[in-house]
């Protein structure tokens, strides 16, 4: 998930916190015990008067009943009780089950159903205590890991297609280009700024190795990583390894595809053996998980070479990790925005020529935005998320940040798929996007669309329209943090009961989101999942196009599009002037990005129409000027 504010100042991460107002019902006690409103009395005096109110109605029933309220019990004055009544009655207001009515009345507002009587709260206290806890006790026994990642998936399973009973067609691979002749570069800058396509293409007619590559990268890593503080670990020797064994396979004559000894990263929540898996914090930075993820096994299958576990932010938030925070290499003094902070620096510096990283609600298109690389973020359900750490198994999503929308439909292809560790996955038949006619396609451009991109598909014989999204629902960003923040807290839910959220790395992050959610009833969980059911069925109805041009990080789009499970490629489209620019002549600039959006299982639409843009335009072949440091930054190599 990403966060807005990325631009390093000291006071970066700070946050106000000032004394709450009374509350409304706190001011109204004073008013009754006739104090001035705002006015708080000495807790002992307060603690008295409650004292001297419960001994009352405790010794009445006790009393002879000497006078008629109306309802036949009699009451005794205070000045008949005797002293040790008052003195020990503190004790007993302690256990009394009246306050614990009281308390329970009073905690009912946060659940917005402050509405009971008496009587009823008895019964749902009573009731709590004697089925609710022990149920929740046990359940959580059993599931609520520590280790926070998808371990006993939920089987209420989210399905982001809009075609229902939809007969599964024939998984097909993509049938690739044929990439013109490559020739090798002289130097390695040239190397390492090459697509995926290309670097194929060397390695298949054995113009380079993969073990020369992944040389080339591992220096390139080692050389920006402490500037970008973009790397969490280098898996150097199982990245050797694989090289050797992908040179080996070739020198057999035997060709795995378009991957075959490509070195790439991993965002570091997906689990590679032997390895550290630290999902960023300082909590799991020694934790080792023992198993393939999914797409790390695809990947190796398919020949790709693994050099290094890429920064998440903290439990996958924002850029900030136990290690720092992650920059951005287009503008160094600029942070890179999260989560999959670490393969959208790496990528966009020519650390590695593609990575893999994950999108709850932002955290794949804020990063690629800010660090101007191209990215997809697929349909849910496109890929099996086993061995991923989990925040919510409605929205989470893996997808590939790349030099090209090529390269990205490349990748996609290969770790596309379904697990059985993961329900929410499924076979999906995408249509091959590099035979798409999109001279067939209408394609809605939003008011924040960047034109050149609008101009360029029209010149290439797509039907451009003006286009709005509508819905009524107008809960949609709180509809998503209700899902993920409470999602999420169902996996870490023993991670904060020990205490570990004190330990964050950004306190006014997760930890506050977190401790809230426990103050979201299981009801009006399901009334916003209910909600969300509503937004997709508008949004499907007024999807009048094949895809629709707009822009990448408006919050509410985000927000809408992860809801649905929509796909989006993100698409570099120019570059502005930085603020406050260096004196000396400076190389920086802020990247300017657009999204090509597409409906659930559309993922092809998307990823055709940005390469047809960027067949004819070179925005996301230019180069960030990592070596443009600040006054305190250093670089290795």
């Known amino acids: 998930m990403p966060l807005m504010n990325s631009t390093i100042s000291p006071k970066a991460c700070t946050r106000s916190i000032e004394s709450p107002?009374?509350?409304?019902?706190?001011?109204?006690?004073?008013?009754?015990?006739?104090?001035?409103?705002?006015h708080r009395p000495p807790p002992w005096r307060v603690h008295l008067l409650a004292v001297l109110c419960f001994v009352a109605l405790k010794t009445?029933?006790?009393?002879?009943?000497?006078?008629?309220?109306?309802?036949?019990?009699?009451?005794?004055?205070?000045?008949?009780?005797?002293?040790?009544?008052?003195?020990s009655a503190k004790y007993v207001l302690r256990k009394d089950p009246v306050n614990d009515v009281i308390a329970l009345k009073e905690s009912m507002k946060y659940f917005d159903a402050d509405f009971f009587n008496d009587s009823k709260l008895r019964e749902m206290e009573d009731g709590a205590k004697e089925m609710n806890v022990p149920a929740f006790r046990e359940n959580r026994k059993l599931v609520a890991l520590e280790n926070g990642g998808l371990h006993n998936p939920s089987v209420l399973v989210f399905k982001s297609s809009w075609t229902a009973n939809k007969k599964v067609k024939e998984i097909k691979s993509f049938n690739y280009p044929h990439t013109p002749v490559v020739h090798c570069p002289c130097n390695d800058e040239d190397i390492a700024f090459m697509t995926i396509a290309e670097l194929g293409e060397l390695i298949r007619t054995k113009k380079t190795t993969s073990h020369e590559l992944t040389g080339i990268f591992l220096r390139r890593l080692k050389r920006y990583s402490t500037v970008l503080k973009s790397v969490v670990t280098f898996t150097e020797d199982l990245a050797y390894k694989q090289a050797k064994e992908a040179d080996d396979l070739l020198e057999q004559g035997k060709y795995l595809g378009p991957l075959h000894g490509i070195p790439y990263g991993l965002k570091d929540i997906i689990a590679v053996p032997q390895y550290n898996t630290t999902w960023g914090s300082k909590t799991f930075k020694d934790q080792v998980i023992d198993m393939e993820a999914f797409a790390y096994k695809r990947l190796k299958s398919a020949g790709a070479v693994l050099v290094a576990k890429l920064v998440t932010g903290s439990l996958a938030y924002d850029d900030v990790w136990f290690g720092g925070r992650t920059?951005?290499?287009?503008?160094?003094?600029?942070?890179?925005?999260?989560?999959?902070?670490?393969?959208?620096?790496?990528?966009?510096?020519?650390?590695?020529?593609?990575?893999?990283?994950?999108?709850?609600?932002?955290?794949?298109t804020y990063p690629a935005a800010r660090c101007g690389v191209t990215a997809l973020r697929p349909t849910f359900g496109t890929v099996a998320r086993?061995?991923?750490?989990?925040?919510?198994?409605?929205?989470?999503?893996?997808?590939?940040?790349?030099?090209?929308?090529?390269?990205?439909?490349i990748v996609l292809d290969i770790i596309r798929g379904t697990d059985v560790g993961d329900p929410s996955s499924r076979e999906i038949a995408l249509e091959d996007p590099f035979h798409v006619?999109?001279?067939?396609?209408?394609?809605?451009?939003?008011?924040?669309?960047?034109?050149?991109?609008?101009?360029?598909?029209?010149?290439?014989?797509?039907?451009?329209?003006?286009?709005?999204?509508?819905?009524?629902?107008?809960?949609?960003?709180?509809?998503?943090?209700?899902?993920?923040?409470?999602d999420m807290l169902a996996h870490f839910d023993n991670w904060q009961r020990k205490g570990h959220d004190d330990e964050y790395e950004a306190q006014d992050q997760w930890p506050v989101e977190l401790r809230r959610a426990r103050l979201v009833p299981a009801v009006d969980y399901i009334q916003a999942q209910r909600t969300r059911g509503k937004l997709i069925r508008e949004v499907q109805e007024s999807f009048t196009v094949d895809a629709f041009i707009g822009n990448v990080t408006d919050w509410e789009l985000v927000c809408l599009g992860n809801l649905i499970g929509m796909p989006i490629v993100v698409v570099p489209t120019g570059f502005k002037s930085i603020e406050h620019p260096p004196k000396d002549d400076t190389r920086r600039r802020t990247t300017v990005t657009t999204g090509i959006y597409a409906p659930p299982e559309h993922d092809h639409v998307a990823l055709a129409l940005a390469m047809a843009y960027q067949s004819v335009t070179d925005h996301h072949k230019q180069r960030p000027p990592v070596d443009d440091l600040g006054p305190n930054d250093n670089i290795h190599g």
């Open 60 to 87: 009445a029933a006790a009393a002879p009943r000497t006078g008629s309220t109306g309802g036949g019990i009699g009451i005794a004055s205070i000045t008949d009780m005797g002293m040790k009544d008052a003195i």
């Open 437 to 486: 006619d999109i001279t067939k396609l209408t394609v809605g451009y939003l008011d924040s669309a960047e034109m050149e991109v609008v101009d360029v598909l029209s010149a290439k014989g797509v039907k451009l329209v003006p286009f709005k999204l509508n819905y009524t629902v107008a809960s949609v960003q709180s509809i998503l943090n209700i899902t993920m923040d409470v």
């Open 21 to 38: 107002p009374l509350s409304l019902s706190r001011t109204r006690q004073l008013s009754a015990m006739g104090l001035p409103r705002g």
């Open 386 to 409: 086993t061995g991923v750490m989990s925040i919510s198994e409605s929205l989470d999503k893996l997808g590939p940040f790349c030099r090209s929308a090529v390269d990205c439909a």
């Open 327 to 364: 920059r951005n290499p287009w503008n160094i003094e600029e942070f890179s925005t999260g989560s999959s902070a670490g393969p959208a620096a790496s990528t966009s510096a020519g650390m590695v020529p593609f990575a893999i990283g994950s999108e709850t609600a932002g955290s794949i």
